[in-house]
């Protein structure tokens, strides 16, 4: 079973940057496909961005592509979201996921952080 726990959210100003970091344990995290998801209130979870399980495929969300990279780090168990040039419309709670499949559908992923708050003001 794979535990997953996300730092790096807080309150930052419209057009700053934030890093989110997901930290793995408990399972062979190389062997996952991880992704960030994203639930601002009153809205559905959606997809932000996913990361094939040696980096070699990346996808973004259209509302991220050039703001938003995902990245990872196998040896420290840990996969990225940095986030630049951010908008009051980007204030959610952001997931990390774990899956092993490839996707950006939220049926894919079988392991879930308890979530970071991220709060943009204007």
């Known amino acids: 079973q794979v535990q997953l726990v996300e730092s790096g959210g807080g309150l930052v100003q419209a057009g700053g940057s934030l890093r989110l970091s997901c930290a793995a344990s408990g399972g062979p995290f190389s062997s996952y496909v991880m992704g960030w998801f994203r639930q601002a209130p009153g809205a559905e979870r959606e997809f932000v961005a996913v990361?094939?399980?040696?980096?070699?495929?990346?996808n973004h969300a259209d509302f991220s592509k050039g703001r938003f990279t995902i990245s990872r780090d196998n040896a420290k168990n840990t996969v990225y979201l940095q986030m630049n040039n951010l908008k009051p419309e980007d204030t959610a709670v952001y997931y990390c996921?774990?899956?092993?499949?490839?996707?950006?559908?939220?049926?894919?992923?079988?392991?879930w952080g308890q979530g970071t708050q991220v709060t943009v003001s204007s």
């Open positions: 996921a774990a899956s092993l499949e490839y996707g950006s559908s939220r049926d894919k992923y079988n392991y």
């Open positions: 990361i094939s399980r040696r980096s070699l495929s990346t």
